[in-house]
T-cell receptor
Framework: GIQVEQSPPDLILQEGANSTLRCNFSDSVNNLQWFHQNPWGQLINLFYIPSGTKQNGRLSATTVATERYSLLYISSSQTTDSGVYFCAGMSGGYNKLIFGAGTRLAVHP | DTEVTQTPKHLVMGMTNKKSLKCEQHMGHRAMYWYKQKAKKPPELMFVYSYEKLSINESVPSRFSPECPNSSLLNLHLHALQPEDSALYLC??????????????FGPGTRLLVL
């Protein structure tokens, strides 16, 4: 199966700062999602983005499928952005979403 | 409505108990999933149901028994669990028409503690 690597593993920001999270894949993917897991464990969909660029408020994501990576941009971070950000991908004909290890983000006031 | 609900939120059980986790969605999705997440780790797939039939079992021990009574409901029956089975159990669903190219929507999870 595919390998999913996320960086950085941990990130500490001051409120208002911008950040970029990265996700690398070992093989091409036909399903790529970004999630935010809040401190209570809820996994929240951020983007379904197997290719291209999408924006939703202060968040945006870009996937370069040919180079097997995806980026998540967080602008003007807020304390409510704290939590763990996962990217996950699916490859080939097997219906299994493989998650990266996550980026643990802490935003301080 | 993009909501997946799970009950109970928390569960404590002994190693000889039998309990069940419940997951429900009313989005008309035809694919449903169980994931297990240990502390500080990513979710790991356990089972996939597609059109109410089990399509993937990721070599999960038989003490975990999934059931999909109808297209809206997914259960996970637990029996003779071990302390290492303590984890957050997450349910998800997706439309099911083209499962490789769909967004999965997750429920809030059940935190299970096995004593």
């Amino acid at each position: 199966g595919i390998q999913v690597e996320q960086s950085p593993p941990d990130l500490i920001l001051q409120e208002g700062a911008n950040s970029t999270l990265r996700c690398n894949f070992s093989d091409s993917v036909n399903n790529l999602q970004w999630f935010h897991q809040n401190p209570w464990g809820q996994l929240i969909n951020l983007f379904y983005i197997p290719s291209g660029t999408k924006q939703n408020g202060r968040l945006s994501a870009t996937t370069v499928a040919t180079e097997r990576y995806s980026l998540l941009y967080i602008s003007s971070s807020q304390t409510t952005d704290s939590g763990v950000y996962f990217c996950a991908g699916m490859s080939g004909g097997y219906n299994k979403l493989i998650f990266g290890a996550g980026t643990r983000l802490a935003v301080h006031p | 409505d993009t909501e997946v609900t799970q009950t109970p939120k928390h569960l404590v059980m002994g190693m000889t108990n039998k309990k069940s986790l419940k997951c429900e969605q009313h989005m008309g999705h035809r694919a449903m999933y169980w994931y297990k997440q240990k502390a500080k780790k990513p979710p790991e797939l356990m089972f996939v149901y597609s059109y109410e039939k089990l399509s993937i079992n990721e070599s999960v021990p038989s003490r975990f028994s999934p059931e999909c009574p109808n297209s809206s409901l997914l259960n996970l029956h637990l029996h003779a669990l071990q302390p290492e089975d303590s984890a957050l159990y997450l349910c998800a669903s997706s439309p099911g028409a083209r499962t490789l190219q769909e967004t999965q929507y997750f429920g809030p999870g059940t935190r299970l503690l096995v004593l």
